[in-house]
């Protein structure tokens, strides 16, 4: 399915190791975009900007992505919430680095 117009932002969150966001697609213009093609879009720009003022080179995001479709505004206000509250359960994450960091070796 291709859309015409995309917003994005209702919410996003940056996180140490991937990224939230809810993106909103219309269609209302001649151009058509994929969300294949949208979430490629994101992730180059991204990462050759995060590259460039890091003065590094390579790969920044891992190869796939998830989406979901969001179909009530009782659906949208519970991932809002889940989106919000992310970065206060990173701490538990199994990939967080200070989780890492203050286990026992040998264990994460």
């Known amino acids: 399915m291709t859309y015409r117009r995309i917003t994005v932002a209702l919410i996003w969150m940056p996180m140490p190791n991937h990224v939230h966001g809810i993106i909103i697609l219309a269609d209302e213009s ?3 975009h994929a969300i294949p093609e949208i979430v490629r879009g994101f ?3 991204s990462a050759r900007r995060v590259n ?3 003065g590094k080179r390579g790969i920044l995001w891992q ?3 998830y989406e979901h479709v969001i179909r009530n505004e ?3 206000d519970r991932i809002r919430a889940y989106i919000a509250n992310n970065p206060a359960r990173w701490a538990n ?3 967080s680095i200070s989780r ?3 286990a026992e070796p040998g264990r994460v």
Do not use: N
């Open 74 to 76: 009782k659906a949208l």
């Open 63 to 65: 190869r796939g992505y």
């Open 93 to 95: 994450d199994p990939e």
């Open 52 to 54: 460039e003022r890091a």
């Open 30 to 32: 001649e151009r058509r």
């Open 100 to 102: 890492a960091m203050s």
């Open 43 to 45: 992730k180059t720009f």
